[in-house]
């Protein structure tokens, strides 16, 4: 098991220990700070995440600004990045295509599935990731393109 998800185990054990540990795992990269991502669930492969529509993420209709959105997919894929890859190896964003398919007017929450990947012999894993309002209704998906190698020596 790798740090983060020992470190998830060890806190989660605790009063507010999802929230301790979403706080310290969006500071790996402080600028997910800005959404203020909750991890809702985490395990080897797979990832529930989750931000508050509030004012700071608005755009001008009102609705969670598209970056935000893009904010917290950049958020979900990396820290599962991070959870599921094997310790001789390293991963790297490469691109990210997204769609925005409805106007995000609440909380949303996005998930990531990676159980299909052969972590051994991958060059390359795409984080699929759908964002839903908390009617269940899909308002952003992204396609993350990771580069994967071995660690260098």
């Not at 997910?32 to 995440?49: A, C, G, L, W």
């Not at 917290?72 to 769609?99: D, N, Y």
């Not at 390359?124 to 209704?137: A, L, P, R």
Request: charged share 25%; net charge positive; glycine share 4%.
């Amino acid at each position: 098991m790798n740090y983060v998800l020992k470190l998830h185990q060890k806190l989660s054990k605790y009063p507010m220990g999802s929230i301790i540990f979403s706080r310290a795992v969006s500071r790996m990269a402080p600028y997910f700070t800005t959404i203020r991502p909750h991890v809702d669930e985490i395990k080897h492969n797979y990832i529930k995440v989750s931000m508050k529509k509030r004012k700071a993420v608005h755009n001008h209709l009102k609705t969670v600004h598209a970056i935000a959105m893009c904010n917290l997919c950049e958020f979900a894929g990396g820290i599962l990045m991070e959870a599921s890859i094997p310790k001789h190896r390293q991963w790297i964003p490469t691109g990210m295509e997204v769609q925005y398919v409805k106007k995000a007017k609440t909380d949303l929450t996005a998930v990531c599935d990676l159980s299909h990947v052969d972590w051994d012999h991958c060059s390359e894993v795409f984080c699929d990731i759908d964002v839903k309002d908390t009617s269940g209704v899909v308002v952003m998906t992204a396609k993350i393109r990771m580069g994967v190698r071995d660690k260098q020596k």
